[in-house]
């Protein structure tokens, strides 16, 4: 099994920067295609970004396209997203996730594709 622990949360204004963390307990480069979910109170949990379990590839929600970036380091097995331009709509618990699934949009953006899952990360965006 592979342990997930997402950190660097927090309180932001709008426009401002955080760059989150997901630590895994285990190698996942080669093995698990990593992403990045986030879920407001009372809304569905949403796919914000993926990376193949390369590091080749990256897939992004509309949303976020532009202004988040995700990336890797393996040597870490740390997988990394990086937040720009935040607004107050970006304002969710952020959650980390992994599983051996297949390259393909229809499948990286369903919660349900991933078997790993960390406890979650705060982000706050105030106006």
């Known amino acids: 099994q592979v342990q997930l622990v997402e950190s660097g949360g927090g309180l932001v204004q709008a426009g401002g920067s955080l760059r989150l963390s997901c630590a895994a307990s285990?190698?996942?480069?080669?093995?698990?295609?990593m992403g990045w979910f986030r879920q407001a109170p009372g809304k569905e949990r949403d796919f914000v970004a993926a990376?193949?379990?390369?590091?080749?590839?990256?897939y992004y929600a509309d949303s976020v396209k532009g202004r988040f970036t995700i990336a890797r380091d393996n040597a870490k097995n740390t997988v990394y997203l990086q937040m720009n331009s935040l607004k107050p709509e970006d304002t969710a618990v952020y959650y980390c996730?992994?599983?051996?699934?297949?390259?393909?949009?229809?499948?990286?953006?369903?919660?349900?594709?991933?078997?790993?899952w960390g406890q979650g990360t705060q982000v706050t965006v105030s106006s």
């Open positions: 996730a992994a599983g051996p699934l297949r390259w393909s949009t229809t499948i990286m953006v369903a919660p349900t594709s991933y078997d790993y």
């Open positions: 285990t190698r996942t480069s080669g093995t698990a295609t």
């Open positions: 990376i193949s379990r390369s590091g080749l590839s990256t």
